[in-house]
Structure formats: structure tokens, C-alpha cells
């Protein structure tokens, strides 16, 4: 299925980029990666390596922020397909219901529970079948912001210090998204 939006949408978040030193960027991107929840396609690390890169004395809290920003949509996904339920989700992704990725995340959350979709956020493995399904299953909210915040944060801090310590590296990985 052909997505012409896709591109379109692709083309204002690289033109964003270009704002990357301005104050009002981490709350913007912190705001995306919490729409990312319910937006599959928002590249949020592409996002956070020129912020990371402009500020790089200030590099740990803006990492923050965005983390903060991914498990808030993570948890309001999550109270959503609760409140909702399956068949809203397969209207609305028709596709994620039946992917191997929502049988694996289905897998990871009924064996582990939060540990599994912590692991899964850490991952770069999609984090939106694990967050569907931990709020189909009813896990407490608590634990699935907790969860996805620990993976996060994790992941985060990592790529963020790797952009730092390596900005070529990370100019290469942000022009191959």
C-alpha cells in the first residue's frame, strides 16, 4: 500500500531539522515522540541528533526530555487501546494485527510482562504491537510508562552520547534515514 503523505511528512521533519538550536526544538520534538505512539513513521532519533549535537552541553537533558516525551504517548497509546479495544486497532492498522511483529511483542509481554516491553523500547524493534497489547492485556499504566521510560532512556542515552562522542558517524546514520 502506497503512502504519497509519507514522503510529504518525511520532507517538513528534515526541513526541521534545520532549527535543531532553537529553544523551542526539544519541546517540539519531545511533543512528536510522544505522537510517534500513535504515528508509526516519526523518526524521533533522527530528530534528536542535530538537537543533541547543537546542545551538546546540554545533551543528557534533552535526552531526557524526549524519553519523557516517548513514554507519555507510549502510556496514553496504551490507555487508548485499552479504552478501545482490538477491533478499533484493526481498523485503524488493519496490518499490525496479524504482523510477526505483533505475535512476537504478544509473546515478550505474556512471558515478561513490563520487563519484555522495557526490553522491547530499548530495542529498535517497533514498540507500538507491545504497547497495544500490554493496554489490551490491561497492565497497570504505572508500569507501562515505567517500562517504556527504563527502555528508553537506555537507548537513548546511549545513541545520544555515541552522536556526541562521534557526530560523523551520527551525520551518516541521520542522512540514511
Not at 509519507?6 to 528534515?14: A, K, N
Not at 504482523?99 to 516491553?117: C, F, N
Not at 528508553?152 to 552522536?163: D, P, T
Amino acid at each position: 500500500m502506497k503512502r504519497p503523505w509519507r514522503s510529504h511528512v518525511l520532507t517538513h521533519l528534515s526541513r526541521l531539522q534545520q532549527y535543531a538550536a532553537r529553544p523551542w526544538y526539544v519541546a517540539l520534538i519531545s511533543v512528536l515522540a510522544a505522537l510517534d505512539a500513535y504515528v508509526v513513521f516519526i523518526p524521533v532519533e533522527a530528530l534528536m541528533f542535530p538537537a543533541v549535537l547543537t546542545r551538546r552541553h546540554r545533551w543528557l537533558g534533552t535526552t531526557l526530555w524526549i524519553t519523557l516525551g516517548s513514554a507519555v504517548g507510549a502510556t496514553s497509546f496504551a490507555w487508548f487501546c485499552r479504552e478501545y479495544g482490538a477491533p478499533l486497532l484493526h481498523q485503524l492498522f488493519p496490518d499490525m494485527l496479524d504482523s510477526r511483529a505483533w505475535q512476537d511483542a504478544e509473546r515478550t509481554i505474556q512471558t515478561h510482562g513490563g520487563w519484555g516491553l522495557a526490553l522491547i523500547s530499548l530495542s529498535f524493534v517497533p514498540q507500538h504491537p507491545a504497547v497495544a497489547i500490554a493496554g489490551l492485556a490491561r497492565l497497570p499504566l504505572r508500569t507501562i510508562f515505567l517500562s517504556v521510560l527504563a527502555g528508553r532512556v537506555v537507548k537513548y542515552i546511549v545513541l545520544s552520547w555515541a552522536v556526541i562522542r562521534f557526530p560523523r558517524r551520527g551525520s551518516r546514520f541521520l542522512r540514511r534515514t
